[in-house]
């Protein structure tokens, strides 16, 4: 059973940051491709960053390039999504996702994060 469970949502001030953690399990996670989206309200989900296996292949968004970083920890099944300067349109509900080898694609539950201003 695939399972993607985010964490590290919640309420910040603007220009504070955001530290997102996925783990994964129910699969080889060393050979999934990740990648964080977000969706904000009335808005489509879109993609923020993406990282290629044994990290490489890493692509950030315009609106997350130069404050934002995303990493995996593969003996941890972990990915992490770590955003600075946060602004109040950052403001969307953050979800992981995973795209394995065959090419099946499986998607955390999300966790909010909600910027102040």
């Known amino acids: 059973q695939v399972q993607l469970v985010e964490s590290g949502g919640g309420l910040v001030q603007a220009g504070g940051s955001l530290r997102l953690s996925c783990v994964a399990s129910g699969f080889i996670f060393s050979r999934a491709a990740m990648s964080w989206y977000r969706q904000a309200p009335g808005e489509e989900r879109e993609l923020v960053a993406s990282i290629g296996t044994r990290g490489g292949g890493k692509w950030y968004s315009d609106s997350a390039k130069g404050r934002s970083t995303i990493s995996r920890d593969d003996a941890k099944n972990t990915v992490l999504f770590q955003m600075n300067s946060l602004k109040p349109e950052d403001t969307a509900v953050y979800y992981c996702?995973?795209?394995?080898?065959?090419?099946?694609?499986?998607w955390g539950q999300g966790t909010q994060v909600t910027v102040s201003s």
């Open positions: 996702k995973a795209i394995t080898r065959n090419q099946s694609e499986y």
